[in-house]
């Protein structure tokens, strides 16, 4: 096709940036302007059917940069708990189903205002996940998320604190890892070490700039170049440690969900080579 | 006065929680409530003139706690940045003239997306006011903030980064200590390590809850009570630490603030009982 001849190389689109796409027109779509991976939510594949979105990303020669998401490990009681563990088991074969690179985990919220239990309880689960994702041959990415999210997301907010949970839960660094978000990692005055540290650890990347003052908690992430992010350090930093996967463009912002997608993937491309690469 | 037969101990009231009324009007209507401490503003102090507020704090047995805000060090250029030293001076000599016990710095944002240049910075100005600070007799307050104010008030966004500087500018611990909000600083992993280490030099301890999600990112904090932080246990760790000063209530919310003043004072006082003491 000759829209294929361009190709972004690394730069990839998290299909939450073109959510008027489903998730086939999304990996077509992606594939027709350049880009070579694409991250993938489980509703939008269970839409279609994973069966199909698996057959359409190989047609299309595309790689399931990420799935989200897996997690929300934490709950009242044990019954809860269990059916959690058991929705992610479905996750880690869905993964498995797409060639996904990694599961991403959200990691919380706690069910109360203990924060010391809701981590170990994210922590057990992921323990209790590794053999069932070794099996399927599927990484769990523990994302840290912004502290802004760790009352109704996530109780693992840094990046130093995603690191020691992958490592007290799989030593070998074969199935744990981490996904690191400049939206959610960028004020740690810690980043710089704690990417070094994370090495061979870090399993996806995905970028999104800040914008302040916050335009809105869930929805206020900003166009690559937009905000005050050092997005090229960013990407420096994930490539210094290593890191030579992909790296997805992940915005949740009505104004961006307003574009057709195809001017989406148009505008990311650009502000891509702008300000990150 | 019989309404002055009421104590309401450390608790204390920030004069930002009541926005309505003028300086004296927080001094003396905190005084009548039970209070027996407010932080003061420095824009409202300055309405009424600081020789008048110290007066009426004076004559109404109350202590300032804390007076907000010095800091706001870095800029483009050298000139702006002395200029912003220089009103630090001022507003150290307006805490000296108020006998308040510590001056909060807001320490940020950084005048790049550098945020190391920033923190050097702010580092640098801190250190420049020290000697000042020591003749007036006023201790400077590092206040970390939550990392949602990155790139629009503080740089400083952890307890161990404010800890580490404040050693660093003075390592006598005479000078330059920390303020601690709990709506800055409950969703850290480090929290617990962080307090005891800081021990001594915690000079003013502030308390809002966090609600989720964030109605607003600049005035969206939550009644004591109404959002996802364990207070209580915040204060004991303060306590196990040392600090036994006044416990300021900051709550920036526009639902707050459309209460009478003296209305505030008493679900805010209830709401201590119910949920810190």
């Given at each position: 096709?000759?829209?294929?001849?361009?190709?972004?190389?690394?730069?990839?689109?998290?299909?939450?940036?073109?959510?008027?796409?489903?998730?086939?027109?999304?990996?077509?779509?992606?594939?027709?302007?350049?880009?070579?991976?694409?991250?993938?939510?489980?509703?939008?594949?269970?839409?279609?059917?994973?069966?199909?979105?698996?057959?359409?990303?190989?047609?299309?020669?595309?790689?399931?940069?990420?799935?989200?998401?897996?997690?929300?490990?934490?709950?009242?009681?044990?019954?809860?708990?269990?059916?959690?563990?058991?929705?992610?088991?479905?996750?880690?074969?869905?993964?498995?189903?797409?060639?996904?690179?990694?599961?991403?985990?959200?990691?919380?919220?706690?069910?109360?205002?203990?924060?010391?239990?809701?981590?170990?309880?994210?922590?057990?689960?992921?323990?209790?996940?590794?053999?069932?994702?070794?099996?399927?041959?599927?990484?769990?990415?523990?994302?840290?998320?912004?502290?802004?999210?760790?009352?109704?997301?996530?109780?693992?907010?840094?990046?130093?604190?995603?690191?020691?949970?992958?490592?007290?839960?799989?030593?070998?660094?074969?199935?744990?890892?981490?996904?690191?978000?400049?939206?959610?990692?960028?004020?740690?005055?810690?980043?710089?070490?704690?990417?070094?540290?994370?090495?061979?650890?870090?399993?996806?990347?995905?970028?999104?700039?800040?914008?302040?003052?916050?335009?809105?908690?869930?929805?206020?992430?900003?166009?690559?170049?937009?905000?005050?992010?050092?997005?090229?350090?960013?990407?420096?930093?994930?490539?210094?440690?290593?890191?030579?996967?992909?790296?997805?463009?992940?915005?949740?912002?009505?104004?961006?969900?307003?574009l057709d997608p195809i001017e989406t993937l148009e505008v990311v491309a650009q502000r891509y080579a702008a300000h990150v690469e």
């Amino acid at each position: 096709m000759a829209a294929n001849a361009r190709n972004f190389g690394r730069l990839a689109m998290n299909q939450a940036t073109v959510p008027r796409w489903t998730a086939p027109q999304a990996i077509d779509g992606c594939a027709r302007a350049g880009y070579r991976a694409v991250g993938l939510w489980r509703d939008r594949v269970q839409e279609c059917g994973i069966s199909v979105a698996a057959r359409v990303a190989r047609n299309a020669q595309m790689t399931i940069s990420s799935l989200c998401r897996g997690g929300w490990f934490c709950a009242p009681d044990a019954a809860a708990r269990l059916a959690r563990l058991e929705d992610n088991k479905r996750a880690i074969e869905e993964a498995a189903e797409l060639s996904a690179a990694t599961l991403v985990l959200v990691c919380g919220p706690a069910a109360s205002k203990d924060l010391g239990a809701g981590r170990s309880e994210v922590h057990d689960a992921i323990a209790n996940l590794t053999e069932k994702a070794r099996e399927c041959g599927v990484t769990l990415g523990i994302e840290p998320m912004h502290p802004l999210y760790c009352a109704d997301r996530s109780v693992v907010v840094t990046l130093a604190q995603a690191l020691d949970m992958a490592r007290s839960v799989d030593w070998s660094g074969e199935v744990v890892g981490l996904v690191l978000d400049s939206y959610h990692l960028w004020w740690d005055p810690s980043l710089d070490v704690g990417i070094t540290e994370a090495a061979q650890r870090i399993l996806a990347v995905q970028l999104a700039d800040w914008l302040a003052p916050l335009p809105d908690a869930l929805n206020g992430r900003g166009m690559l170049g937009d905000g005050s992010i050092d997005l090229r350090r960013f990407r420096e930093l994930t490539e210094s440690a290593g890191y030579s996967g992909a790296i997805e463009v992940e915005i949740f912002n009505p104004d961006v969900w307003a574009l057709d997608p195809i001017e989406t993937l148009e505008v990311v491309a650009q502000r891509y080579a702008a300000h990150v690469e």
